[in-house]
């Protein structure tokens, strides 16, 4: 151990003034038997220090053959290893210069054991979630109601929400707001997603009673639909319908409304249209389209952005099922997906189409930018891809 004489001359021969310097001098020593591989680093915002100082827990997720990610209670973040030209040093108990009195009358010595060091940190970066094969679990499943004979007879796997955050790289709240996007639904504590033609059937009961009893889109009464479809259908699923295709809300006397969305209606009917056909004559499915939705609702292009894509350079005009959920989830591959379908793209046909991928921060422009290059034709501006495509 170095004395307080002996780190004054070596501050002398380093040419060091002992006036610019702090009062406490660290003499560092090494303990027995360290190595860079005992300590892991982590670098964190802070707002993510003020989740671990409240006594919040983070968590890393991935199966072996998944890039690790680490998630909060509602953002996910990714890992990446850094490398550091410094080393870096754990000393326990290391006092630092705020740790001490401006006013230290003398050099003060204190002697500092390095319990372990690194050349590396893990760096966090914020991503989306990677909920992509969170469907796909559940549809491996899906429920075509109580008295199916799958279901009777189904030896399939069932996820409850620790379940899923097992598998699902999110966090507990990116996951949730996913279940309710893909309209799954908890049954006996497990989540189902329900099999989509039950799903329309169950639309189609309500559709029917607010037609029978004459009522507005915008005032659906849950009680009197539990009452009249109960004994069709289990009412918890048809409140589950109801809150997927409507906005629930209050109104007199505590009786609960929904307000069915026309925009998701003819959406979900589209999609049944769709599902069963390669590709559509597109005015003959605006006229089956228009008469399969509810009197009293009205079918346009713009609700199925994301859904379906229509085919204007084909004679006669086409449309066909095109959903985003089926496509890549990494960036580059679902743009080299999208241009191998599709040459060129306007910025209004690809824009549902990727739209997901975009950061907190990160716009359409910009991924077009990255992803693509730009030309015109006929007078309007397409994207291409930046490289070949394979075909």
């Known amino acids: 151990m170095r004395t307080l004489d002996e780190v004054q001359a070596t501050l002398q021969i380093a040419k060091l003034n002992v006036d610019d310097l702090k009062p406490v001098i660290h003499c560092l020593s090494f303990g027995e038997n360290i190595s860079s591989g005992d300590y892991c680093l982590m670098e964190l915002d802070d707002t993510l220090c003020k989740h671990i100082e409240a006594g919040k827990s983070l968590v890393i997720r991935g199966d072996k053959d998944e890039h690790a990610v680490l998630c909060s209670e509602d953002k996910t ?49 914020r991503c989306r979630p990677k909920v992509k094969k969170l469907k796909k679990l559940l549809m491996d499943n899906a429920y075509e109601g109580p008295d199916s004979e799958n279901e009777r007879n189904s030896t399939e796997q069932k996820y409850s929400t620790d379940d899923l955050l097992e598998r699902i790289q999110a966090s507990e709240q990116e996951l949730l707001n996913q279940l309710q996007l893909i309209h799954a639904c908890e049954i006996e504590g497990y989540w189902r997603i329900l099999e989509f033609d039950y799903e329309m059937k169950i639309l189609g009961h309500i559709t029917q009673l607010v037609d029978s009893e004459s009522w507005s889109f915008s005032k659906v009464t849950l009680s009197v639909c539990l009452e009249e479809l109960g004994p069709l259908e289990p009412k918890e699923l048809i409140e589950h319908c109801l809150n ?21 209606v003819c959406r979900a009917t589209a999609q049944m249209l769709l599902q069963n056909a390669v590709k559509f004559n597109l005015s003959e499915f605006q006229e089956v389209w ?73 716009t359409i422009g910009a991924l077009l930018t990255k992803y693509s290059r730009t030309s015109m034709q006929n007078g309007v501006k397409v994207y291409s891809s930046r490289r070949p495509v394979a075909t």
């Open 290 to 362: 228009q008469q399969s939705v509810p009197e009293g609702m009205t079918t346009r292009l713009d609700q199925l952005k994301g859904l379906a894509l229509v085919d204007r350079s084909s004679r006669p005009e086409t449309i066909f099922l095109l959903k985003v959920e089926d496509l890549p989830e990494d960036t580059q591959e679902r743009f080299n997906c999208l241009f191998g379908m599709r040459e060129k793209w306007t910025e209004e046909a690809v824009s549902p189409y990727i739209q997901d991928l975009c950061g907190e921060k990160q």
């Open 77 to 125: 973040y990714d890992l990446k290893i850094a490398d550091t030209s410094n080393l870096l040093l754990f000393i326990p108990d290391c006092k630092t210069p705020d740790h001490f009195p401006e006013d230290l009358p003398c050099q003060n010595l204190i002697p500092s054991r390095i319990s372990g060091f690194s050349n590396c940190y893990w760096e966090l970066r």
């Open 244 to 264: 997927c295709y409507g906005k629930r809300y209050t109104a007199e006397a505590g009786e609960i409304y929904f307000s069915l969305n026309e925009d998701k």
